[in-house]
């Protein structure tokens, strides 16, 4: 065989396999997404990770504020996806579907109010690993009584480890045995009211800037829900307190939830 053809076997080879590494993690990242309908554009931020099951799960910021993306598919280089916003307490859903070439992805968008065109750039990585759950989380946790609306705030130290402050309708609560792994997130959340000792465990799953799970408690589950607010700042030089609970990479054995434990209306 001849130089000539070779040289066209390997070129051959590397457009053939092209389109397998585009489909393996092509829409994943951050996207600075242009949309344009009849004479209006309008610009967004469009964050699409991907977990270790190989599921997507993607969130939409732009000047209207937060959004969620669902239905999120990409096979051979074709990306599809639904941008649900509330405007108004209602709900309007846009269906994007788009072709990943490289950085840019192209297509078309339809929604309530007609057809649009759009370009997404692609900025670098999604977040991924301890990062992907630092910032500010609104949690929702629903008890037999009423939804309590309270603020979990995580961080990273600068050894990596991970660290959360739990601010409530009555105060600041103790977070103990925070992991994140494999899009996990557990922790232990210990509360005083009535100078008794409060302790319930979380076990729930981060899709992008939302957390779905259960706090388990003596008095049964609670259904959480968690919206992520804001991207927190790293704590720069901050060392991780080897005597804190869950700092060190032994972990101690963890208490269980207090006999006492009055979880239904007072999770703080």
Same mark, same amino acid.
């Given at each position: 065989?001849? &130089? ?35 004479? +209006? ?18 969130? =939409? ?14 096979? &051979?280089? #074709? ?37 649009? #065109? ?18 500010? =989380?609104?949690?929702?946790? @629903? ?22 402050? =739990?601010?409530?309708? +009555? ?38 800037? @939302? ?10 589950? +609670?259904?959480?829900?968690? #919206? +992520?607010?804001?991207?927190? &700042? ?35």
């Amino acid at each position: 065989m001849n &130089k000539k053809a070779v040289v066209a076997g390997v070129v051959l080879a590397c457009v053939m396999l092209a389109p397998v590494v585009i489909a393996a993690e092509g829409v994943v990242g951050e996207w600075e997404f242009k949309s344009q309908m009849q004479a +209006r554009t309008s610009t967004a931020t469009m964050t699409i990770t991907k977990n270790a099951e190989g599921k997507y799960a993607g969130t =939409w910021s732009s000047q209207r504020g937060e959004s969620t993306l669902s239905d999120i598919t990409f096979e &051979k280089g #074709t990306a599809k996806f639904v941008q649900t916003m509330n405007f108004g307490g209602q709900d309007m859903k846009t269906t994007y579907e788009g072709t990943v070439a490289g950085t840019k992805l192209t297509g078309k968008g339809q929604g309530q109010f007609g057809e649009s #065109t759009f370009e997404g750039t692609l900025q670098g990585e999604a977040k991924s690993g301890a990062d992907a759950i630092v910032g500010q =989380w609104q949690m929702s946790v @629903n008890t037999p009584a009423r939804e309590v609306v309270e603020k979990l705030t995580i961080t990273k130290n600068a050894d990596g480890t991970l660290a959360g402050k =739990w601010v409530g309708q +009555r105060g600041e609560n103790t977070i103990s045995y925070l992991k994140f792994d494999g899009g996990k997130l557990t922790f232990t959340r210990t509360s005083n009211f009535g100078g008794r000792e409060m302790i319930s465990d979380f076990e729930g799953t981060v899709e992008g800037d @939302n957390i779905k799970g259960v706090f388990k408690t003596e008095r049964g589950d +609670r259904e959480t829900t968690a #919206t +992520r607010v804001t991207a927190a &700042k790293p704590e720069a030089g901050k060392k991780a307190d080897a005597n804190a609970p869950g700092a060190g990479k032994a972990e101690p054995n963890k208490p269980s939830p207090s006999k006492n434990a009055d979880k239904e209306a007072k999770p703080s």
